[in-house]
């Protein structure tokens, strides 16, 4: 039982008229700690009772079980809960020490599938430092689920389908070298779309034969297949690299292209239900009830658009995986697109079409300016990461020239470091890049967690002792509470990033955890031979299971040495 249970089991048995989730939802942490750990205000109970909310609490108050607390009293409309320090505390160490993998969860999803869309880069493109925020948002969330026992299903939905790509067939046609390609596949073709695109201001015929080579991949003319095929191929296996690098793995690479040959079902499904309207030579689906802009299901030409791809997927991904909830990890921009896409699947008559949702994030800037493959201003993502390992090691050889396994420790850091400088934001909010900003190594980042993990770890060697099933643990110390009552939330952490697919409140609690941590080790000696030794070790040890848990639903590697 966490802390806020155990205040609200309290408060249940003297108001059995209120279920335990309603009281649940009212229980406060006082800002001021003399004020207790937690709060039970009686406002909302006046007018039902017909008492003051002072009488009400003064009278609850008689009422309430007192074990496993120090002490319960009223403050004017307020029960203050101060927990059993050393019970208490004791509790949450031994909780820990018993599942460390465990601690935390709370079981919200009992085993049900989530479809999770995110990554999805266009493939003839090198992965951008945009595409970060896409891929470590949803493997964080995913991760994240998958602790609260849902079965997280991952999909890189490949940008591999549209008519950029008979855009750069085009430009690959006219100006392109199978040899050029082979030496520096992706750069070679991005410096083909960028020029095809920058050129065609002056030659409007370019887009006229792009849209010529897409409609001849369409109707499987075989060159186009050839060239698509190729293309394809060579961007996987480039961008598998960085996701190597960065720990991703995915369950389904089926991008538009496969969506593309599963387009029946849908449009048939808007006939028959009679969506369809011609507009202009098109077919779009009315969503003026929804107070949105018509969605273009079928263009003028005969060609489909991505919506019409994105029906066949929602049908597709139902019917394959049965999920509780389809989520799509991509940039707010697309905010409008998917209320279509929601509105079109309830217009078809899907009960299910609110079980998808857009986890939208803010755009990643470079210098203030929105990156552009078009433009060709990106940075890359493969570069930064190896920029930031090698800082990691230029730093560890300074700090800790004879550390162990000193290059895998440098990749570990590295990489942590660029994950948790994006993640540590609200995923909503856009971030500026700048390359020194993502690769520092002091303050609210990363590295400062993974090394107070480390530092952890370094204690424990030094202790000695792993084994601390036999140690009284309420021995700890008053010292040790304002940890442990951290440690005490860290389910209620985890269901909020869970319910808000929102990983920076792991990664706030992480850095949280870190400090406090941190000062605890600055005005106690932790090591110093008494009877309070085996408990602090093992206040240490629990410190040291949560950031190991708390960075790995980051994605983020936990070194034991740095």
């Known amino acids: ?54 009488m009400i ?80 948002i949803g493997e964080a969330i995913a991760r994240i689920l998958a602790k609260e026992n849902y079965t997280p299903v991952r999909i890189d939905y490949l940008g591999d389908w549209g008519t950029q790509f008979g855009k750069l067939m085009a430009a690959y046609k006219m100006w392109g070298s199978e040899e050029e390609v082979k030496k520096d596949p992706i750069n070679t073709l991005l410096k083909y779309y960028v020029r095809i695109n920058a050129e065609a201001e ?14 001849k991949l369409e109707h499987g003319d075989k060159e186009a297949w050839r060239l698509w095929h190729w293309f394809r191929q060579i961007s996987i296996e480039r961008f598998q690299k960085v ?3 960065l720990d991703v793995h995915f369950d389904s690479f089926n991008g538009e292209a496969f969506s593309a040959q599963k387009m029946d079902d849908p449009i048939q499904l808007l006939k028959d239900k009679h969506l369809l309207k011609a507009s202009r030579g098109a077919q779009i689906v009315d969503l003026d009830a929804y107070k949105l802009t018509p969605p273009l299901i079928i263009k003028s030409n005969g060609t489909t658009t991505y919506i ?8 597709y991904r139902k019917r394959m995986f049965g999920h509780a909830k389809s989520l799509y990890v991509v940039g707010a921009e697309q905010e409008n697109y998917y209320k279509q896409l929601k ?18 994030f803010g755009l990643m800037n470079l210098n203030g300016q929105k990156m552009s493959t078009r433009k060709g201003n990106v940075v890359n993502l493969e570069d930064v990461l190896n920029d930031s390992i090698k800082l990691a090691r230029q730093q ?18 590295g990489v942590g470091a660029v994950i948790f400088h994006d993640l540590k934001n609200d995923r909503r909010n856009a971030v500026n890049f700048k390359l020194e900003d993502v690769v520092k190594f002091e303050g609210e980042t990363g590295p400062y967690v993974q090394y107070a993990r480390a530092r952890a770890e370094s204690i424990l060697r030094k202790g000695g002792i792993r084994d601390f099933s036999n140690v009284d643990l309420t021995t700890v110390g008053d010292a040790a509470w304002d940890i442990l009552s951290f440690l005490g939330q860290y389910s209620d952490v985890v269901e909020r990033a869970a319910v808000n697919y929102d990983p920076s409140v792991i990664a706030k609690y992480a850095l949280e955890l870190s400090k406090k941590f941190n000062q ?19 206040l240490v040890q629990a410190v040291s299971h949560v950031l190991k848990d708390a960075l790995a639903m980051l994605d983020i590697k936990a070194p034991d040495e740095m």
């Open 57 to 136: 609490a003064a009278d609850l108050v008689e009422k309430i079980d007192q074990a496993g607390f120090e002490k319960v009293v009223v403050a004017g409309p307020y029960i203050n809960f101060f927990l059993d320090k050393a019970q208490v505390g004791a509790e949450i160490i031994k909780a820990i020490l018993a599942d460390p993998a465990g601690y935390g969860k709370k079981d919200l999803g009992h085993g049900a599938n989530v479809t999770i869309d995110y990554s999805s880069p266009n493939i003839a493109k090198p992965m951008g430092m945009g595409h970060l925020r896409s891929t470590m």
């Open 343 to 360: 509105a079109v699947l309830k217009e078809m008559g899907f009960t299910w079409w609110d079980q998808l949702e857009h986890i939208s």
């Open 520 to 538: 605890y080790y600055a005005h106690n000696r932790i090591l110093q031979d008494d009877e309070g030794q085996p408990a602090r070790l093992a």
């Open 243 to 245: 996701y190597d690098m």
């Open 202 to 215: 002056e030659h409007p015929e370019y887009t006229d034969a792009g849209r010529e080579w897409f409609a």
């Open 396 to 413: 560890i050889a300074e700090k800790n020239p004879d550390l162990p396994n000193a290059d895998e420790v440098a990749k570990q850091v």
């Open 1 to 54: 039982m966490d802390e806020k249970q155990r205040v609200a089991s309290a408060v249940a048995a003297a108001l059995p008229d209120l279920s335990l989730e309603e009281i649940v939802d009212k229980i406060e942490r006082p800002k001021d700690a003399n004020n207790g750990d937690y709060a039970f205000p009686t406002f909302f109970l006046a007018k039902t009772l017909h008492k003051a909310p002072q």
């Open 308 to 315: 019409t791809r994105d029906l066949a997927t929602a049908l």
